[in-house]
């Protein structure tokens, strides 16, 4: 990345972490975008062009491409599981720590506010056609393909059992729980 975009990058990342920080000491509801812009020292149109909605502040991050680059560069003879299952480790390796809590404080948020719990089904939806899309070019099928809809339907969803794992087992790894959730749904595939 060339300056202009590591410092686009750098600011989207304070404006979102500015306001997980807000959100934990003042409550969700209780932040606004102003108090969120004037902590991040950018204007509310500045924060509006990172983040469109108050909830994109929470739904909001970069792991797609890693996640899709990585899967299309998997091994040709691995099954649609495998390939998404080391995709999705090797993406979360390049993951550091901190953004790691990030993401287990976002998922919270996710569970305990409806709005956001109606952004993530709408995402979920997103998702099971961007990975439908994937495991069609893999298996060379169309991505409405009902083996192809199922298999994206089952990776998505373990996607979401492992979310509602970690919200009620708030000391368990998120990373490491899709991981070995993956790995129970790869034992039970048969191509």
Do not use: W
């Not at 998922?107 to 109606?118: K, V």
């Amino acid at each position: 990345m060339g300056l202009r975009e590591r410092k686009k990058a750098k600011t989207r990342a304070t404006i979102q972490q500015t306001a997980l920080r807000l959100f934990r000491e003042r409550g969700y509801y209780e932040t606004t975008i102003e108090q969120i812009a004037e902590a991040s020292e950018v204007s509310p149109s500045t924060l509006f062009r990172y983040f469109p909605t108050k909830e994109s502040l929470v739904m909001d991050d970069d792991f797609d491409p890693l996640l899709i680059e990585g899967y299309r560069a998997q091994p040709p003879e691995l099954n649609p599981i495998q390939a998404f299952r080391r995709a999705a480790r090797e993406g979360a390796a390049q993951i550091p720590d901190e953004e790691r809590e990030a993401i287990r404080e976002r998922m919270q948020l996710m569970s305990s506010y409806p709005e956001l719990s109606a952004v993530l089904l709408n995402n979920t939806t997103q998702s099971v056609g961007m990975v439908a899309g994937l495991i069609g070019e893999r298996l060379k099928r169309a991505s409405d393909d009902m083996l192809v809809l199922t298999l994206a339907g089952a990776i998505s969803g373990t996607i979401i059992s492992s979310h509602l794992y970690c919200v009620h087992h708030p000391d368990a790894d998120y990373i490491e729980t899709i991981d070995e959730a993956l790995a129970l749904l790869e034992c039970h595939f048969r191509p």
